[in-house]
């Protein structure tokens, strides 16, 4: 593995990160965020969701009410660049609608732009149907491969970036940019990202520090982050540049960590040095016992907001552990793995669904 990375281009290393003093007083002003990453059952990918053939606004709508009744006030929800260039001004358009509908149930939104993760051959146009039980058996990287691949296309992403964030540079109903996720995931269990001319994190550091002077530069009123894949971070010495990066450019904290109560904890406070609000974007496998009741207590008397993997059910299949890729599974998983609802809205699990809503202090303890 490479372990040298590019230096930080000129036209980003006047950008600062918000003062602690301003990033806690903004945090401070926001109820204790809990959420879910979002895709609509209907959506195999980010493209699915988002392009015009296949938007579905009524059944977002619909999903976003169940979210609101457990007590959910944020998502979080991935877009792509190539959606982006198909058409512009619609694809902006659906934005504000989805931010509409989110905003109706008091629901505030954290967008992704970029995505290390799944297919890196993504193509605009119809989607693949599901592979049967496979856990995200559609979800593509953005960019893919052919993008990250030449550092030379890397500035055609730039109208996508700053398009998007200048236009809702204002927009309270968005909550956090979130830049890049999981930049140096190598997908070892499924495609391999073993193949790229330079180590995959070198070239995911170079887009990284691009992307974050094209978002400030506009100055937006959201702050951003953008969340790490591997660990350890415990401290700066035992984690690669891009990670160190990654922690030290973001105004606002975030982490992943699919581990029991014990484990997100040790992740708290390796991470507290920052003296950064955290947000954890991704946890919830519930075979590992990072579970609602065992992970969002430690996230609150924390002061982290959360935000699980996945809602409903349906065409990413993430109710299907990740193993699926390489064990054949005729059923579905009689432990989900991710994910709350089934499409016609009854709970995999009521009695989940009942202290998500009593945590949340939507009923009655």
């Not at 109820?31 to 609509?40: E, K, L, Q, R, T």
């Not at 660990?231 to 982490?255: A, E, G, K, Q, R």
């Amino acid at each position: 593995m490479h372990t040298s990375y590019p230096h930080q281009p000129n036209d980003t290393h006047t950008f600062l990160p918000w003062s602690k003093e301003r990033i806690n007083s903004w945090f401070l002003k926001t109820p204790w965020p809990v959420g879910c990453n979002y895709i609509p059952q209907y959506a195999i990918n980010q493209l699915e969701m988002w392009q015009a053939d296949s938007f579905d606004i009524n059944i977002i709508d619909k999903e976003l009410s169940w979210a609101a009744g457990v007590g959910f006030n944020t998502i979080r929800v991935f877009l792509h660049h190539l959606v982006w260039q198909q058409d512009k001004a619609s694809f902006l358009q659906r934005l504000d609608q989805f931010l509409s509908t989110a905003n109706k149930y008091d629901i505030k939104t954290m967008f992704v732009f970029f995505d290390s993760v799944w297919n890196p051959y993504p193509r605009a146009g119809v989607q693949p149907a599901p592979r049967h039980h496979v856990h995200n058996s559609g979800w593509v990287q953005c960019p893919g491969y052919e993008v990250l691949n030449d550092v030379n296309k890397y500035d055609d992403l730039q109208n996508y970036v700053k398009g998007v964030v200048q236009h809702f540079k204002d927009d309270e109903r968005i909550f956090v940019w979130d830049i890049f996720n999981e930049p140096d995931n190598m997908n070892l269990g499924s495609y391999r990202d073993d193949n790229y001319a330079v180590h995959k994190a070198e070239l995911s550091m170079n887009l990284l520090q691009k992307a974050i002077g094209w978002v400030r530069s506009i100055d937006p009123v959201q702050p951003i982050t953008m969340a790490p894949w591997q660990f350890d971070w415990s401290c700066p010495s035992l984690m690669n540049p891009l990670n160190n990066y990654m922690f030290t450019n973001s105004d606002i904290i975030s982490f992943h960590c699919y581990e029991d109560k014990t484990g997100i904890l040790k992740r708290i406070n390796d991470l507290k040095r920052y003296g950064r609000p955290m947000l954890c974007t991704e946890y919830m496998a519930r075979p590992f016992n990072s579970t609602f009741s065992e992970i969002l207590p430690v996230l609150k008397e924390n002061g982290v907001g959360g935000y699980n993997w996945g809602f409903v059910a349906g065409k990413s299949q993430t109710h299907c552990p990740w193993d699926s890729w390489e064990k054949v599974y005729k059923d579905e998983p009689e432990v989900w793995f991710h994910d709350v609802y089934r499409q016609n809205g009854e709970p995999y699990d009521k009695k989940e669904v009942e202290y998500l809503m009593q945590f949340n202090n939507k009923i009655s303890a």
